[in-house]
């Protein structure tokens, strides 16, 4: 089944929303950070530094934790981004996004 793997990583939201060292947190911020590869670190800092408004930064979360998804489970963008809607429910995924814009930052100010 295509979806197993996610539904194994995402079966504990709450911790992963409050664990800011879950693994797929962890593996989040290598993505953001230049471990997948100098052109992943190239076009989401670029992003990044192009976005000044709490509306944009969520944005960059959105996109960028889905292509880190899409990536990592070989879905497609829209198929993690349904999964996650119809799974994890919009309240989880808001939750979610404020820890991710403090992961990104962390990740992004030197």
Same mark, same amino acid.
């Given at each position: 089944m &295509?979806?197993?793997?996610? #539904?194994?990583? *995402?079966?504990?939201i ?7 060292? =879950? ?7 290598? *993505? ?10 190239? &076009?989401? $800092?670029?992003?990044?530094n192009?976005?000044? /408004? =709490? &509306?944009?930064?969520?944005? *960059?979360?959105?996109? $960028? *934790?889905?292509?880190?998804? /899409?990536?990592? !489970?070989?879905? /497609?963008? $829209? #198929? ?25 930052e962390?990740? !992004?100010?030197?």
């Amino acid at each position: 089944m &295509k979806y197993q793997q996610i #539904q194994n990583d *995402f079966n504990d939201i709450e911790e992963m929303i409050s664990n800011p060292n =879950h693994i797929v947190r962890r593996l989040y911020t290598c *993505f953001l950070d230049g471990s997948y590869g100098f052109d992943i670190y190239e &076009k989401y $800092s670029n992003l990044w530094n192009k976005s000044n /408004s =709490h &509306k944009e930064r969520r944005s *960059f979360v959105i996109q $960028s *934790f889905c292509d880190y998804n /899409s990536l990592d !489970y070989g879905l /497609s963008r $829209s #198929q993690v981004q349904r999964w996650l809607m119809s799974n994890i429910g919009i309240e989880k995924l808001e939750e979610l996004n404020r820890e991710l814009i403090i992961d990104a930052e962390d990740t !992004y100010t030197i």
